[in-house]
């Protein structure tokens, strides 16, 4: 065995057992640019998340989120115009219906005895009427007739007032023209006394004599000019119909009398003609309704899906009895309750989104009313509309009422789904104060 050893040891070269230790190998370092590009990338990724936590965070405390609230509609009561018996009724909920429509027929219940009472009755009030409009009309015209025979006699007084303040004009300037010429002659006769006093031939007392008379002569010519004066004035205004004489007055005093008995009958004629028009259709209205063979037809108030039935064919009804309600689809909102500190703080100006029950779809509304609501209040406004339940976290907290309008949707068209109403929707409100 050794020898074996030995002589394969002695018969191969000892270099052939020498194994060379493997050199290690060395990564390069990546450049220096991707070293950056890999942390910016990182940093702007946390900048990113920090923004986004830091929206949601801000979009939280600028908005109110309230998931507990309720499509609603204008729903409108049918009623039984008169007590009847249902001959026909297409009513059936959730059937599209157009306006004037018809949705029933009731055949009335006839009481002679009383329906005939209350047709004499309203023919009596349609008699009454007419006979005083007669009698109001007859005394307008008759205070028409008082105020132009009135007018006309005005008419005659001022032409005779200024003819006769013309012939005072005329007679005044006749009197001061022979006031001068008497005036004028009276001097004339005392300058002679004067030249003749001067001469010796007549006394101081003669002479004195005329020249009182001149003296005398010419005051009335003064007065006489004055008369002139006071008929040139009382001529220019009976022309310009100016009242100067108490005629005159009495005159036109009575014109506004007569005038304002006139604006009063005028206004009676016009409310008889009015209360007379509303007696001829309630008389005529009761005839059409409970006539020889009256049969009255319900219709449809305007277009839109029926929302809840009552009755049944064959059934008697009494005035004024709901047989259906109608719900109006053009007309469609939100309704929700929030607490009163929450409403005081929605932004009534920012649009609010609205997302429909299953989030099928988003629209976007506006707020049309909020309206602080007590338990009572809300209570009958149950009877009106509807309304989601009170929160919880709202029992016994003072409550608002909030109400968005939104615009039309696609299944509105849909009657079967009542176009809608009632079904649960989300709201998120743009607050205030942030």
């Known amino acids: 065995m050794t020898n074996l050893t030995d002589k394969i040891a002695g018969s191969e070269s000892p270099q052939s057992f020498v194994i060379d230790a493997p050199t290690p190998v060395i990564a390069p370092s990546p450049p220096r640019w991707r070293r950056f590009a890999i942390g910016g990338s990182c940093l702007a990724l946390a900048l990113g998340a920090a923004l986004a936590g830091f929206s949601s965070i801000y979009y939280r405390l600028t908005h109110l989120t309230v998931r507990s609230a309720i499509v609603n509609g204008r729903v409108v009561r049918v009623q039984a115009p008169v007590d009847g018996v249902l001959q026909d009724f297409y009513g059936r909920s959730g059937v599209p219906v157009q306006a004037g429509q018809v949705l029933a027929t009731l055949e009335p219940l006839l009481q002679a005895n009383d329906d005939s009472q209350q047709l004499a009755e309203l023919q009596k009030a349609v008699d009454v009427t007419t006979l005083d409009l007669e009698l109001a009309e007859q005394m307008l015209a008759l205070l028409t007739e008082q105020e132009g025979e009135l007018q006309r006699q005005n008419a005659r007084l001022q032409v005779t007032t200024v003819a006769i303040a013309g012939d005072d004009l005329r007679r005044y300037q ?145 005035r004024p009895a709901t047989l259906l309600t109608v719900l109006d689809c053009r007309d469609l909102w939100v309704e929700t309750l929030v607490g009163l500190d929450q409403a005081n703080r929605i932004d009534a ?35 009106d509309a509807l309304l989601p339940s009170v929160p919880p976290n709202l029992v016994g907290e003072p409550i608002a009422r909030v109400r968005v309008n939104i615009p039309p949707m696609e299944h509105q068209s849909q009657a079967h789904q009542l176009c809608g109403l009632g079904q649960s929707a989300e709201l998120t409100f743009g607050m205030q104060g942030w």
């Open 174 to 318: 006749a009197l001061l023209d022979e006031a001068m010429t008497r005036e004028a002659s009276a001097q004339a006769e005392y300058e002679r006394y004067q030249m003749l006093f001067q001469e010796g031939a007549v006394s101081a007392q003669q002479r004195d004599q005329f020249s009182a008379e001149w003296q005398s002569a010419q005051a009335l010519v003064e007065a006489a000019r004055a008369e002139l004066s006071t008929a040139r004035t009382t001529l220019s205004a009976t022309q310009n119909r100016v009242p100067v004489q108490s005629t005159v007055d009495d005159v036109q005093e009575r014109q506004q009398t007569l005038q304002q008995r006139i604006q009063s009958q005028v206004t009676r004629v016009e409310q008889l003609r009015v209360e007379l028009a509303a007696n001829e259709a309630e008389r005529d209205r009761f005839q059409s309704l409970y006539g020889d063979e009256a049969v009255v037809q319900v219709i449809a108030p305007f277009t839109g899906v029926i929302y809840t039935t009552g009755h049944e064919a064959g059934e008697q009804v009494s």
């Open 349 to 383: 100006d920012m649009p609010v989104r609205v997302t429909l029950a299953g989030g099928s779809r988003t629209l976007t509304g506006e707020v049309a009313v909020v309206e602080a609501m007590s338990m009572g209040a809300l209570t009958e406004a149950r009877t």
